[in-house]
């Protein structure tokens, strides 16, 4: 069992930054792919960027330029850099974990992330 533990959340004003961090209580971090997702009140919970065990990123369109998603397997931890934030990005952050023999490979679905945070609120007022 991988605990997930998001942080960094809260209120910011359009045009702000924040950076959400994701700290996983498992000592082979390094064997999963890391992904974050959000859910606004009402909707489903998309993707918004993914990495690789290695260094392969993904990024929703929606925020592709605008987030960074980074890792550090010495701390178990992997980040999400948002910057430019629009009030559309206002939701709940969840950070998950999929455990994957390829090294470079990163999903989309959230169904194939085998863990999963609690979430973390990001507001973004205009």
């Known amino acids: 069992q991988v605990r997930l533990v998001e942080s960094g959340g809260g209120l910011v004003q359009a045009g702000g930054s924040l950076r959400l961090s994701c700290t996983a209580s498992e000592r082979t971090f390094s064997n999963y792919a890391m992904g974050w997702f959000r859910q606004a009140p009402g909707k489903e919970r998309d993707f918004v960027a993914g990495i690789s065990r290695g260094v392969t990123t993904d990024y929703a369109d929606s925020v592709k330029g605008r987030f960074t998603i980074s890792r550090d397997n010495a701390e178990n931890t992997v980040y999400l850099q948002m910057n430019s934030l629009k009030p559309e990005d206002t939701a709940v952050y969840y950070c998950?974990?999929?455990?994957?023999?390829?090294?470079?490979?990163?999903?989309?679905?959230?169904?194939?992330?085998?863990?999963w945070g609690q979430g973390t609120q990001v507001t973004v007022s205009s």
């Open positions: 998950a974990a999929d455990f994957m023999w390829i090294a470079g490979a990163v999903r989309r679905e959230a169904g194939e992330y085998d863990y």
